[in-house]
């Protein structure tokens, strides 16, 4: 099994920046992609960012250019750093990871962004 803890979420002012991190523990070998999701009221969750092992990267087109995935291998850590924030930005944040066929997601983190 695998534990992930996010943090980082919290109010910020448009144009404001936030960083979002994520830790996973427990049953963590063999992990593959690792990512952020979000999900605003009444709406789907959407990805948000994803990395794989060896680095490359996928962004929603809504996030290009101002938010910035990354990963730490040996620590198992996945980063969101997120520039640049709009209201629309404004959702509960999900970490997940992929590990083979399985996928593990955390609580969530609210980020709210304020106009």
């Known amino acids: 099994q695998v534990q992930l803890v996010e943090s980082g979420g919290g109010l910020v002012q448009a144009g404001g920046s936030l960083t979002l991190s994520c830790a996973a523990s427990?049953?963590?070998?063999?992990?593959?992609?690792m990512g952020w999701y979000r999900q605003a009221p009444g709406k789907q969750r959407e990805l948000v960012a994803a990395?794989?092992?060896?680095?490359?990267?996928n962004y929603a087109n809504s996030v290009k250019g101002r938010f910035t995935i990354s990963r730490d291998n040996a620590k198992n850590t996945v980063n969101l750093q997120m520039n640049s924030l709009k209201p629309e930005d404004t959702s509960v944040y999900y970490c997940?990871?992929?590990?083979?066929?399985?996928?593990?997601w955390g609580k969530g983190t609210l980020v709210t962004v304020s106009s």
């Open positions: 427990g049953n963590i070998f063999g992990i593959t992609v």
């Open positions: 990395i794989a092992r060896a680095g490359s990267t």
């Open positions: 997940r990871i992929d590990q083979g066929l399985r996928n593990y």
